[in-house]
């Protein structure tokens, strides 16, 4: 079974202040792994898709890196608008998948200025 | 602003009764997604839609279930006989290719009494 886990759950930073997030998964044939982030009462909000081990996407404060078994989004000298959930997602190639997202359970970003 | 709108933004309905929700696209787009959160829970993945017809679904996609595009333009989602457990953030998502990330709707929060 196709599996995505976040950590932490819950993250409080000072602005400024650099952190990771962490994204291990198991889905079998990963065709892509996907970052969103998501404000309240909103729907998931691309940021990144991330295709083979050693890829790196940026976006302005964030930066999304891929291993064979984890991803990381890296947040540098974050601002209070950061502050959101952000989740990750697989999707895998196997069978008939038209692409279905499976994702963690998310981390809620705290930025206090 | 999501390139879908989904409506109604919140729906309140007795167990039991039948609900429709729906998604209207801007745009013609390929593929189509519903996905649910339940509050404190992970966005689940419920059903694929591509040409016209299902293309996957989850174990949570059962016979109370039903999807369908009448009319070239919105995408509905309707539950039949709802339940209690049916209360939950519904998303609509997006894309255009294999190759592109979804996009999500802001959601339509049911509500079952």
Not at chain 1, 77 to 97: F, I, M, V
Not at chain 2, 40 to 67: A, M
Request: aromatic content about 12%.
């Amino acid at each position: 079974e196709d599996q995505v886990t976040q950590s932490p759950e819950a993250l409080r930073l000072q602005e400024g202040e650099s952190s990771s997030l962490n994204c291990s998964y198991t889905v079998s044939g990963l065709r892509g792994l996907f970052w969103y982030r998501q404000d309240p009462g909103k729907g998931p909000e691309f940021l990144f898709t991330l295709y083979s081990a050693g890829e790196e996407k940026e976006k302005e404060r964030l930066k999304a890196t891929l291993t064979k078994k984890e991803s990381f989004l890296h947040i540098t000298a974050p601002k209070p608008e950061d502050s959101a959930t952000y989740l990750c997602a697989g999707s895998n190639a196997g069978g008939t998948s038209y692409g279905k997202l499976t994702f963690g359970q998310g981390t809620i970003l705290t930025v206090h200025p | 602003e999501p390139e879908v709108t989904q409506t109604p933004s919140h729906q309140v309905t007795q167990m039991g009764q039948e609900v429709i929700l729906r998604c209207v696209p801007i745009s013609n787009h390929l593929y189509f997604y519903w996905y649910r959160q339940i509050l404190g829970q992970k966005v689940e993945f419920l059903v694929s839609f591509y040409n016209n017809e299902i293309s996957e679904k989850s174990e949570i996609f059962d016979d109370q279930f039903s999807v369908e595009r009448p009319d070239g333009s919105n995408f509905t989602l309707k539950i039949r006989s709802t339940k209690l457990e049916d209360s939950a953030m519904y998303f609509c998502a997006y894309r255009d290719t294999s190759n592109q990330p979804q996009h999500f709707g802001d959601g339509t929060r049911l509500s079952i009494l």
